[in-house]
């Protein structure tokens, strides 16, 4: 088993910036790749950023250039840097972490992105 909690979300001006925090414990050896996701009101989860055991990364469109995803192994910890904010960004944020067959989830941290 995989604990997963997130931290770091608040309300930001838009153009502003914010650092999501994602501290694992448990089993984490098994963590092939640990991603964020994002659901916003009335609309599904969607993906925004994974970074494998190996350090590749990848994004989403909508975030590419803005968003870094990054992980410290001495903290088990991945972080999304968030920057140039947008009202659209605004959701519960959550993270995952994937062993292969299975998945598992954090409690997800509101962001809220507004003048």
Do not use: H
Not at 8 to 36: K, N, T
Not at 42 to 69: C, P, Q
Not at 73 to 86: D, F, P, R
Request: glycine residues 12%.
């Amino acid at each position: 088993q995989v604990q997963l909690v997130e931290s770091g979300g608040g309300l930001v001006e838009p153009g502003g910036a914010l650092r999501l925090s994602c501290a694992a414990s448990g089993s984490i050896f098994s963590i092939l790749d640990m991603r964020w996701y994002r659901q916003a009101p009335g609309k599904k989860r969607e993906w925004v950023a994974t970074i494998t055991r190996g350090g590749s990364t990848n994004y989403a469109d909508s975030v590419k250039g803005r968003f870094t995803i990054s992980r410290d192994n001495a903290k088990n910890t991945v972080y999304l840097q968030m920057n140039s904010l947008k009202p659209e960004d605004t959701a519960v944020y959550y993270c995952n972490g994937w062993d292969g067959p299975k998945n598992y989830w954090g409690q997800g941290t509101q962001v809220t992105v507004s003048s």
